[in-house]
């Protein structure tokens, strides 16, 4: 099947660390994405990972993969008041006649408060 | 570098009114595109791609229509409106490689009263 899920709301004080979570289904996807949405714009990649890595690391992200238990996760450290926005998993559900067909998680909504 | 436009940025149009929504991208050739429409502020409905000049497929049925007249040139159509239409329309590229991560551009908020 195809269903990403995630949590829909977390709120975190500025300066500590935030971990998104994020689930997924199908365990033949390549590649594993994560991008952010701030109020009435577009998304913004953020980060992504290919299926045969368990971490990458790019500055203050972190992203984890388990690959048996189909668990994403992503990690802001020192979370930030810019860092507040929803954000999305994606996985890469392979060719799309040439193209990349991804399906998006429900989004996590992420609060930063002072 | 690799730019993608999208207009307008937002459009109030009437019920039964026709719809162009507009996306080029900038900076690279022969580029997958990708129309998505977002619901309710979250999910990401995958409504048209475009591998090639005049190559449009469709993933839902609906009132909507896609147009590639060139290259880097996305068009989403309607001819007449419908109030489920409203929503949040996000363009997209990818380069050839189906593993690259999509762009997307700024978005278009379309209310239809």
């Not at chain 1, 980060?47 to 990690?75: E, G, W």
């Not at chain 2, 996000?90 to 189906?98: F, H, M």
Request: charged share 15%; with cysteine; proline share 4%.
């Amino acid at each position: 099947g195809e269903d990403v899920e995630q949590s829909l709301f977390l709120s975190v004080r500025e300066g500590d660390s935030s971990v998104i979570n994020c689930t997924y289904t199908d365990s033949s996807s390549t590649y594993l994405y994560w991008y952010k949405q701030e109020p009435g714009a577009g998304l913004q990649l953020l980060t992504y990972i290919f299926s045969n890595m368990d971490m990458k690391q790019d500055q203050r992200l972190t992203v984890l993969l388990n690959k048996k238990d189909k668990h994403l996760s992503l990690r802001i450290a020192d979370t930030q008041t810019g860092d507040s926005a929803i954000y999305f998993c994606a996985e890469s559900m392979g060719p799309l006649g040439g193209g990349n067909k991804l399906t998006f998680g429900t989004g996590t909504q992420l609060k930063v408060e002072l | 570098s690799q730019t993608i436009h999208q207009w307008p940025a937002t459009l109030v149009q009437p019920v039964g009114s026709p719809l162009s929504l507009e996306c080029t991208v900038e900076g690279t050739s022969n580029p997958n595109l990708y129309w998505y429409r977002q619901a309710a502020g979250r999910g990401l409905q995958l409504l048209f791609y475009s591998v090639g000049i005049g190559q449009i497929s469709s993933e839902v049925p609906q009132n909507l229509s896609a147009s590639r007249p060139q290259d880097r040139q996305f068009i989403l159509s309607s001819k007449k409106l419908l109030l489920s239409d409203s929503g949040f329309y996000l363009c997209a590229w990818s380069p050839g490689d189906y593993n690259s991560p999509l762009h997307f551009g700024n978005g278009t908020r379309l209310t239809v009263t």
